[in-house]
């Protein structure tokens, strides 16, 4: 979500004739865009702005913005401790950032912009067109979350849920298909909770999939709780949804579950999934893990790892679990460090193989790639699979913006290798 907020904030600053540049070191301004959803963010935004400072020794000090999460959490406290810091803006603010550009230009005052401004900001965004030419773009349709997990940062930092208008969604959705875009990742914190009048996330993924040129759909984070009946289908019915779900489960366990208010448990987790699989067999799952949790004991670790593999995701994103000021599980006795370091490098091996094992079937078999860009000075081509998959290829075509069959040929564990399958004259030719 933060790489679509930039892309907005670029929009936005383009309307006071501010352009992105590359070149950090001549840079009038700054727009330090930041996460607070694990440990270390704050202290990144200081070292950040340490190199910004070493850049600009002896120089006209650039008008420096920190937004995000940090600067809503931190607001005031960033202001106090660092003076190089001209303003901070929250995430439902920052259609703020062109005015405090255009007063930070001539006064020395301070900006804190950190009110829950949602619709506000979406009424900035919606008359600002959004100019993202990628193949593949996000796009924001829900914000914030109601659900408070006692671990979690983003009720108190996003806000409370927000769905956006499904008129505007569409408009945007349309400016970006025209601007080049072939996939859309609609983005929400709790993406599936979308609701707009009568609008569910399956009837904006049906009207999105009757946009010509628009090849591919996907959305994320899902949370367990707000996978209905309706979405599942739409996972059956609608060609050009992918088949790959982001479904965090967190814990393996029903008591760590309760622990940390996740409102399902593990049985309800496996009873969706199994839905999901007969709606549709392609279907494949990803999740989020945190390991560690105050309470974790081994036999509630080793739950974790028998759900890895009994659903057998083809990806897991697991992070020790990390105190988040403000939030309940703060006051708890956090675990033995060490213990939990051993626990995710177990389950990151194991999760790990059978990432690997998955990626071994696919070892002489065809994916369907959507490619998005030339890798520099070099013959190859970078996409996705079906699955999300990264996939490589060499190629003496242009393949950007290209959907192709790829034969995969290697692997390692980020990356799918392969040649591209031209359907010529309804011959089958190697690119080389
Ligand atoms: N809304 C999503 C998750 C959003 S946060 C859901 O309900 O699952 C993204 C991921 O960061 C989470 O899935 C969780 O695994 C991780 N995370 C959030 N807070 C964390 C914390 N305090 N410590 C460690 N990991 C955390
Ligand atoms: Fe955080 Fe997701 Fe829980 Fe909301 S549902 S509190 S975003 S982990």
Request: aromatic letters at 8%.
């Amino acid at each position: 979500m933060n790489e679509y907020d930039s892309n907005r904030i670029l929009d936005l600053v383009k309307t006071i004739d501010y352009s992105l540049t590359t070149n950090l070191a001549e840079t009038d301004c700054y727009v330090l865009n930041t996460c607070h959803i694990r440990e270390k963010a704050t202290e990144k935004v200081f070292h950040d702005i340490g190199r910004v400072k070493k850049n600009f020794r002896n120089k006209k000090k650039p008008i420096l913005i920190v937004t995000g999460c940090v600067a809503q959490a931190e607001g005031e406290e960033l202001l106090k401790k660092e003076n190089y810091i001209d303003g901070v803006v929250g995430p439902q603010s920052y259609h703020d950032i062109p005015g405090i550009i255009k007063r930070a230009e001539i006064k020395k005052n301070k900006f804190n912009s950190t009110d829950f401004n949602t619709i506000e900001k979406f009424d900035h965004l919606k008359i600002i067109k959004n100019s993202n030419s990628k193949v593949s773009s996000y796009l924001t349709i829900q914000e914030g979350c109601d659900k408070f997990c006692h671990f979690c940062v983003v009720p108190y930092t996003r806000g409370p849920e927000f769905s956006r208008s499904f008129s505007e969604i569409i408009l945007e959705a349309k400016q970006l298909v025209n601007n080049g875009s072939k996939e859309i990742t609609l983005l929400g914190q709790n993406v599936n909770a979308y609701k707009y009048d009568k609008y569910k996330l399956s009837d904006l993924i049906n009207k999105l999939s009757n946009i010509k040129g628009l090849e591919r759909i996907r959305y994320t984070t899902s949370h367990p709780r707000d996978v209905s009946d309706d979405l599942m289908d739409a996972h059956r019915d609608c060609d050009k949804l992918m088949p790959l779900l982001h479904l965090p489960v967190q814990s393996g366990s029903d008591k760590i579950l309760k622990a940390m208010n996740r409102k399902h448990n593990i049985e309800y987790y496996l009873n969706i999934v199994e839905k999901l699989k007969k709606k549709n067999k392609l279907l494949k799952f990803s999740s989020d893990f945190i390991i560690g949790y105050p309470g974790e004991t081994s036999h509630d670790f080793q739950e974790t790892i028998d759900l890895v593999k009994k659903v057998k995701f083809i990806n897991s994103y697991s992070f020790i679990y990390s105190v988040r000021p403000g939030t309940p599980a703060s006051n708890l006795i956090i675990p033995d460090l060490s213990l939990s370091k051993k626990r995710l490098e177990e389950f990151q091996k194991i999760s790990n193989e059978i990432k690997n094992s998955y990626r071994k079937n696919i070892l002489n078999n065809k994916v369907k790639v959507l490619f998005e860009n030339k890798i520099k000075n070099e013959n190859l081509y970078f996409g996705r699979d079906e699955h999300h998959n990264s996939v490589i290829v060499k190629s003496e075509i242009d393949l950007v913006g290209k959907i192709n069959d790829v034969e995969i040929n290697n692997f390692n564990r980020n990356t799918l290798f392969g040649d591209i399958i031209l359907i010529n004259n309804k011959k089958k030719v190697i690119a080389a």
